[in-house]
């Protein structure tokens, strides 16, 4: 049975395993220490979630932030990637310690997980993380994941622990995510606005839904405002996973939004497999595919990406890496597997199956991206 309600993630029966974000300005103080008598609350309802029946992977920030406090950094550690890695690489020891600290007192073990954006973009690693999830999930283990800061790039981040938790959610096959953060849900408009009213509910993050986040920061302290917060809910949903964003300010915060019937609750609105999850998932890419608007249409009817409709190619890219598909106004449609490297994508773009051959001197294969390895956005 899927998630339904807010008050189905305390019901194991339809939210067996729960992921369980927890965003910097709410861990750490303005001290830069972590505020563990609120954190402690958070350890008992994750103690009774286990005692009901579930199993709970938490993603937890604020190493940065708390490491930045000990070396003296200004700007919580995030003026430059140097400072930030340092920061990451001295507050992720105290982090874990408070965490398996915690924990320990409530007779629960801790597991630290680091992990990079590009664990997730190889399909073996992501299986390995999967694998290690479960097992560990399996021994009664509460695994405490966050971004490995200390050797992420630019190019290998994910930025902000609300889409880490997505992607976690999907790698230990999740029913549900529920991000803890310093508002109460998904508003119309700037939540500062008297005129602003809370969504209830969304199924399918649109573009509509996008327009109304505000893509900031409140607390200086983290990377995730809203914007990352529904990235986070469309990476979900396409695994089929439920995600509600929670006011986590208060002692025993998810027991208090979900007694008040207070958050943001995103359904989803289709389920993929595991692989086609993984595909809709990936964030980092090697190139890119801009198609016509015919083709945009046979992609909604079910079809694959064909070179006569391809307008635009991207990149140095090889047989079997993962492109985003663009329509002419530069929206992306899809995902998919390619089928072709980039030089010959180049030569055949424009043109019909029946010229392939002559082009490529080869038999051709059948599609540019076949729809069976093919995700539509």
Not at 288 to 298: K, Q, S
Not at 350 to 359: A, F
Request: proline share 2%; with cysteine; aromatic share 4%.
């Amino acid at each position: 049975m899927p998630i339904e309600t807010l008050d189905d993630f305390r019901d194991p029966e339809k939210c067996r395993r729960l992921v369980i974000k927890i965003g910097s300005a709410l861990l750490v103080d303005g001290a830069g220490q972590v505020r563990v008598e609120w954190l402690r609350t958070v350890v008992n309802e994750i103690v009774t979630a286990q005692e009901r029946g579930q199993e709970v992977v938490v993603v937890s920030s604020g190493a940065i932030a708390i490491g930045a406090k000990q070396l003296g950094f200004t700007h919580g550690g995030r003026r430059t990637l140097a400072e930030a890695q340092a920061s990451a690489s001295v507050g992720q020891i105290s982090l874990a310690s408070t965490w398996s600290s915690l924990l320990t007192e409530r007779r629960m073990v801790a597991a630290q997980l680091l992990l990079t954006l590009d664990d997730f973009e190889h399909r073996r690693r992501y299986l390995n993380i999967s694998a290690t999830l479960r097992r560990l999930l399996k021994s009664g283990v509460v695994p405490v994941v966050n971004e490995n800061d200390t050797i992420s790039t630019g190019e290998i981040r994910f930025g902000d622990n609300d889409r880490l938790a997505a992607r976690v959610a999907q790698a230990c096959d999740a029913d549900g995510v529920i991000l803890l953060t310093d508002v109460d849900g998904l508003y119309d408009r700037h939540p500062d606005d008297p005129e602003a009213n809370r969504l209830e509910e969304v199924r399918g993050v649109t573009d509509e839904i996008h327009a109304m986040a505000d893509g900031g920061s409140g607390s200086g302290l983290g990377s995730g405002g809203m914007t990352a917060k529904l990235l986070a809910a469309e990476i979900a949903e396409r695994a089929g996973i439920a995600l509600a964003i929670m006011d986590g300010q208060h002692e025993m915060p998810m027991g208090r939004a979900l007694a008040g019937q207070t958050g943001t609750l995103f359904l989803p609105k289709r389920e993929d497999s595991g692989r086609r999850a993984w595909i809709g998932g990936r964030m980092r890419f090697n190139g890119a595919l801009t198609v016509d608007d015919g083709c945009v249409e046979a992609l909604s009817n079910g079809k694959s990406v064909l070179a006569a409709g391809i307008l635009k190619v991207e990149g140095e890219f090889e047989r079997g890496d993962i492109l985003p598909v663009y329509d002419e106004n530069r929206r992306m449609i899809a995902k998919g597997v390619v089928e072709y490297d980039w030089s010959d994508v180049v030569a055949i773009r424009g043109h019909s199956s029946e010229e392939h051959e002559d082009i490529l001197g080869h038999t051709p294969r059948s599609a540019v991206i076949h729809r069976d390895h093919l995700v539509l956005l």
